[in-house]
């Protein structure tokens, strides 16, 4: 099993829960990257993985998706200074733990994360992700977990519907249709999150709703009679969204075989590291342990 850590979901996790009053000597906070430290010392701990890696957003705002729609995730506030100081304090921190971390410009950390789960399958080594983020299941097969870890726990294949509303493979289509406001994704104008759901349990895919669209009106929604219509109408917007929601699973990512497999943590420049933000000892002892686990 790999485990492969959507790294930035738990930067702004740590980012909005631990306090903002954490403060190196000049002043920086330090906040996220003290939770996120606790997080990935937590998990090597815990897990003791055989492969791990951590993935980034080499840009918090861009990708080829904003070449395709410049609107995507304009409607975030660009991170400020003092979080993107942290985020390099984290990859930092990954790489002493002795953890493949990588980060490519022009995809998205789900990108990243979409190519190592299909070169896994590949050489017949399972996925575990672990975040929060509902885009990643679209990539969890029968062998697969879904991971959102100090959350609500592991997800496999056949639970993702109890929880999403919809199969994995479905994951991307659901979204085109009802939209992603979190990505600033319009979607379909009124095809809201039921709807999209009753569409492709009937339809099975996007591509199949599109080929039966004297058909949509069977569908046991509200407006059906004009779902078709509507959906035809705003056709462009479907495909568009399509290309935003999927996840690209040929990202240019150098995985020497089979790079993911952890080192020794570097206890000396985790140290330093601690060191330049004035950290005490519990996330050194943390280290250490893990260091005696390799």
């Not at 829960?17 to 003290?34: C, I, K």
């Not at 994995?168 to 406001?181: R, S």
């Not at 929601?245 to 995985?255: E, K, M």
């Amino acid at each position: 099993m790999q485990y492969l850590i959507d790294g930035s979901v738990y930067v702004f996790r740590a980012w909005f829960s631990m306090p903002d009053d954490m403060l190196d000597d000049d002043g920086n906070p330090v906040n996220a990257f003290y939770g996120f430290c606790r997080f990935l010392g937590d998990f090597m701990e815990r897990v003791r993985p055989e492969y791990v890696a951590v993935l980034f957003d080499e840009s918090l705002s861009g990708s080829f998706r904003t070449e395709i729609y410049p609107n995507y995730k304009a409607n975030r506030d660009p991170a400020p200074p003092e979080l993107k100081r942290q985020f390099d304090l984290c990859r930092q921190y990954a790489r002493a733990m002795g953890i493949l971390e990588y980060a490519q410009p022009g995809y998205e950390a789900d990108d990243l994360i979409g190519t190592l789960v299909t070169s896994g399958r590949e050489q017949g080594i399972p996925s575990t992700i672990v975040s929060r983020d509902k885009d990643l299941a679209q990539l969890i097969s029968r062998q697969d977990v879904f991971w959102d870890f100090a959350g609500k726990g592991q997800l496999r294949y056949e639970q993702i519907p109890e929880v999403f509303g919809v199969w994995p493979e479905q994951i991307a289509d659901f979204l085109a249709l009802a939209g992603d406001a979190v990505d600033n994704i319009p979607g379909v104008p009124g095809v809201g999150k039921k709807t999209a759901a009753a569409l492709l349990q009937h339809f099975g895919s996007l591509q199949g709703i599109y080929a039966n669209l004297d058909s949509v009106h069977e569908v046991t929604v509200r407006g059906a009679k004009t779902l078709g219509a509507k959906l035809e109408m705003h056709r462009p917007a479907a495909m568009l969204a399509r290309q935003l929601t999927g996840i690209a699973c040929d990202a240019p990512v150098t995985n020497p075989a089979y790079g993911l497999r952890p080192q020794a943590p570097k206890l000396g420049a985790i140290n330093a590291l601690f060191d330049s933000v004035n950290f005490g000892m519990a996330l050194r002892r943390q280290a250490e342990r893990v260091a005696d686990l390799r």
